[in-house]
């Protein structure tokens, strides 16, 4: 089956990319852009936002600072993207991979109710909350 092209894709940022979640993607046919297939490992957060704001990307990434550095802040805000932010960062690659696909219904409803810009935490016990 291919995926829907009017589904919103995921974008990976580089900090939560891993082949098992790329390959895990592909599999389930999760329409997705990974970080490295668009951008230079050293672009600015700032730059690659802006672009996922243009093509209406869904960010996965596991930086949470992006909420607490000003000029990405305002970059995610101009960009009015929707994030979902992984808190766990000691999760395996196959945890992530696992929690990706599992959440990814969730993630489309919980974007598609969502007036960005809007941010998510996803725990590894399946949560996604708002980040105020």
Known sequence: MQP???TPRLFIDR???SRRLGDAL???NIPFVAHHDKFAPACPDTEWLAVAGREG???LTRD???RRK???LQAFRDAKLIVFALASGNATAEDTAKLVIQLYPRI???AAATTPPAMFSVTLAGGINPVR
């Open 70 to 72: 000003a000029n990405e």
């Open 108 to 110: 489309l409803s919980k």
């Open 15 to 17: 900090c939560a990319w």
């Open 4 to 6: 829907n092209p009017a």
């Open 26 to 28: 592909k599999q389930a």
């Open 64 to 66: 949470q600072a992006i």
């Open 57 to 59: 990307w869904i960010v």
